[in-house]
């Protein structure tokens, strides 16, 4: 469907390596947004796309992690240098604009197991 | 960041029971929203509400955005075994605030 789609699914990793975790949002949509979930845990907020401007890294637990969206669409979130804590899922989202009363859609995630 | 306060944790009930379940802030929010997570997939929103004192329904579902703004709550009747998951809320502002979740389990 026309849903946002997270690539790939699932990642096994071992200690030390980079991985890259890619997102496709829902065409059209401006506002992008990554989440970390651990095992029965809730959502910890990461990073936030909106448009061209700026992005909110304020969620973002080290200096090895960074994102990028190119073009205003596809985003990548980078972790350098993984170490086991970094195991999550990693959920992307994205709504129509960034303000507050747009619901934000959700692709099913990353699965990451670093090793 | 700021997390709401979703409660409860956790519930097990019967099949056929109905399910209650709230969030509260401290801060005034303009929108509400409600989402299910079942296992291995991500939350798919299930109900929005823009204004205070707003009822809606989805089907067996139906969410209130409280007259605050500072709380909402969902209601499930006549659980069925295929609503077990994690139900977040999520309150908006300037920002986007999700609750902790309620796990519930359906027995059947």
């Known amino acids: 469907g026309a849903g946002v789609s997270q690539s790939p699914s699932n990642k096994v990793t071992e200690k030390g390596k980079d991985v890259e975790l890619r997102c496709d949002p829902i065409s059209g949509h401006t506002a992008l947004y990554w989440y970390r979930q651990s095992l029965g845990q809730g959502l910890e907020f990461l990073i936030y796309?909106?448009?061209?401007?700026?992005p909110d890294k304020s969620g973002l637990p080290s200096d090895r992690f960074s994102a990028e969206r190119t073009g205003g669409s596809v985003s990548t979130l980078t972790i350098q240098r993984t170490q086991q804590e970094d195991s999550a899922v990693y959920l992307c989202?994205?709504?129509?604009w960034g303000e507050g009363n747009q619901p934000q859609h959700f692709g099913d995630g990353t699965r990451l197991s670093i090793l | 960041g700021q997390q709401l306060n979703q409660s409860p944790q956790s519930m097990f009930i019967q099949e056929g029971e109905d399910v209650s379940m709230n969030c509260t802030s401290s801060s005034i929010f303009n929108t509400w929203l409600w989402y299910k997570q079942d296992p291995g997939e991500g939350p798919v929103l299930l109900i929005a509400?823009?204004?205070?004192?707003e009822l809606t329904s989805n089907g067996r579902l139906t969410a209130q955005f409280g007259i605050t703004r500072k709380d909402s709550f969902l209601n499930i009747s006549a659980s069925i075994p295929s609503d077990v998951g994690i139900y977040f809320c999520?309150?908006?502002?300037?920002?986007?605030?999700f609750g902790t979740g309620t796990s519930l389990t359906v027995i059947p």
């Open positions: 989202a994205s709504s129509l």
């Open positions: 999520a309150g908006t502002g300037n920002q986007f605030y």
């Open positions: 796309f909106q448009g061209n401007s700026a």
């Open positions: 509400l823009y204004k205070a004192g």
